[in-house]
Structures are given as C-alpha cells and as structure tokens.
C-alpha cells in the first residue's frame, strides 16, 4: 500500500480483556517497529522486526505484550489482560532494511483506551 | 536523567515569527539527529534530518547538531498556522534502528 496501515483506529476495551491490534507495512519494507506513546511522554521502543524475526524485544513493557510478524508483511500486537497503564497511542512504523535511519514511515496509531 | 530531553511547551507565536525548538541529549554514541512533525492523531512524519554535527536547511526549516555540547536545534522561519503540531526531536546511534525521541513541543501558530 501506500503507507503504513494500523486497525483499528480506536480501541476501548475493558481491564483484564484481550486486545489485538494490527499493522501493514509498506510493500517491501523488511524492517517493521512498534512504538509507543503515551500521554506526557515521548514515543518509547517496543520491538523490532526484521523479516519475520524479532531480534529486538527489549521494549516490551511485560510478558503481557506480545508481537508477530507473519510472511514478512503483516504484523500483530497482542496485549494480554489489559490494564489502565495500558492506555496509550501505539504506532507502527516500517522502513526498507533495519539501517536506513531516515527511512521510517509511521502510521496514524491506534488510541487504547483501558477501562 | 533520560538520554534526550525536550521542553514540551506549549509554545504559542503569531504567524510569522522565527520559532526555536531544541533538544538535549546524554548519550554520546549518537549520531543520526532527526526532527519529526505529528499532527493531532497521526503519526509523526520525518522533517528533517543530519547526521554528526553541523546545519542543514530546507526551505523554512534548519536544523543544526552541535555534538560537543549535545544540543540540537529546529528552527523555523515565517512561521505559518499549518506548521501547528507536535515536534518531535529523535536520535539514533549504536543499533541503526531503535529511535530515541524527545517527549514533543506542541507548537501553536496563530494567524
């Protein structure tokens, strides 16, 4: 596509429920981040992909949080029984290698919101 | 201390107004410097770039990197109401991959 896509949009969910939240890259851009922010701070780490590895997971917050790639495309950010910290924008972002600096393209994010 | 640090305003200036943005930072094995921009509900998209220290300017915009006192700089000429939004500073060096960012300026420009 022509930029990096994120679903949904929007998220409410209730605490201690499940979420998934999704992202396409761009066509060909090996490299895909997740990121988030939240209110008051900066975009923080959370992992990183190359392909359909993971060779960055140190952002992870807790073993709550989880991600997957899958065929080199798509990829998936699964945050188990959610709390209100939880609450944030999380952004995905893809480039076309892991070196290329100034290549990230982010997406628009999905609001979490953990009630 | 957190490795870069950003005032996040709010900063609010009439159309026109030559606008100064910074960040600083504590890790010395930076060395890519990068300005994003990110209107409300989207995400951020890259402005500006430099690697080590020195300035580049494009258009209205110049950032410049001074990697002896790790402070870097955006500064924006004739500055327009489009230009309201989030400025994000961020920082790479060492894994090529993982962005370092500033906490954000809001910037109101008002016409």
């Known amino acids: 596509g022509a930029g990096v896509s994120q679903s949904p949009s929007n998220k409410v969910t209730e605490k201690g429920k499940d979420v998934e939240l999704r992202c396409d890259p761009i066509?060909?851009?090996?490299?895909l981040y997740w990121y988030r922010q939240s209110l008051g701070q900066g975009l923080e780490f959370l992992i990183y992909?190359?392909?359909?590895?993971?060779?960055?997971k140190s952002g992870l917050p807790s073993d709550r949080f989880s991600a997957e790639r899958t065929g080199g495309s798509v990829s998936t950010l699964t945050i188990q029984r959610t709390q209100q910290e939880d609450s944030a924008v999380y952004l995905c972002a893809s480039s076309l290698a892991g070196r290329d600096p100034y290549g990230y393209t982010f997406g628009s994010g999905t609001r979490l919101t953990v009630v | 201390q957190k490795e870069v640090e950003q005032d996040p305003g709010p900063l609010s200036v009439p159309e026109g107004a030559i606008v100064s943005l910074n960040c600083t930072y504590s890790?010395?094995?930076?060395?890519?410097f990068m300005w994003y921009r990110q209107y409300s509900r989207k995400g951020p998209e890259l402005l500006m770039y430099t690697y080590s220290s020195g300035n580049k300017e494009d258009g209205r915009f110049t950032a410049q990197v001074d990697k002896s006192s790790k402070y870097i700089s955006l500064f924006i000429r004739d500055s327009q109401p489009s230009d309201s939004a989030t400025y994000l500073c961020a920082m790479l060096g060492g894994s090529n991959y993982k962005l370092t960012f500033g906490k954000g300026t809001l910037l109101t420009v008002n016409p």
């Open positions: 890790n010395s094995a930076f060395q890519y």
């Open positions: 066509s060909g851009h090996t490299a």
């Open positions: 992909f190359q392909g359909n590895s993971a060779p960055d």
